[in-house]
């Protein structure tokens, strides 16, 4: 699967680069006030002919491009999961639930999701650990930090820790 386009924070323009063998990272950009473009990372993970999202890009007409990308390699969208409710990570659930893709979330999530009147995951977990695929994806939650229901997601066939927004730069607000 290639790149679908290089990264333009001047226009906001998402890209998508490999990072590891069936792991892709999806980084789109949202306009902030006084702030500009400002990014958030996603992953597109593939097993088999299955396409999984971990956290939907921050513009629900980017989570249709993404997608539109998947699709186009020969893949199939077969679940996503947010790693919590802000829109960075959850703004294409309605759009996934509509076309029929599994939506994950943990339940706390899609509690806060119901209070702030956006669409929920059609799926939930309760307690601190889900395991997909056999355990080939693994969502964990390590308890609050960005925010109060944040979880992780790891690959252990990858090697790879997706943190959302509870991993993040020393100098982020």
Not at 59 to 87: M, N, P, V
Not at 135 to 164: F, K, R, S
Request: with cysteine; aromatic share 8%.
């Amino acid at each position: 699967v290639a790149t679908l386009a290089r990264a333009d924070q001047v226009a906001g323009d998402m890209h998508i680069r490999q990072i590891e063998e069936g792991v892709y990272l999806h980084t789109s950009y949202k306009k902030l006030p006084g702030i500009g473009y400002y990014p958030s990372n996603g992953l597109v993970v593939i097993v088999g002919s299955d396409a999984y999202i971990v956290d939907t890009p921050w513009r629900i007409e980017d989570t249709g491009k993404l997608l539109q990308w998947i699709e186009g390699g020969g893949y199939r969208t077969a679940a996503s999961i947010s790693t919590h409710f802000h829109e960075d990570r959850s703004s294409g659930i309605a759009y996934l639930n509509e076309i029929g893709v599994d939506t994950w979330a943990s339940e706390r999530t899609n509690q806060l999701l119901a209070e702030h009147g956006r669409a929920q995951a059609r799926h939930s977990f309760h307690g601190r650990e889900l395991s997909l695929l056999n355990g080939e994806i693994v969502a964990w939650y390590p308890g609050g930090g960005h925010t109060e229901d944040n979880i992780v997601v790891w690959l252990p066939g990858a090697n790879v820790l997706a943190g959302g927004c509870l991993v993040r730069r020393v100098d982020t607000d």
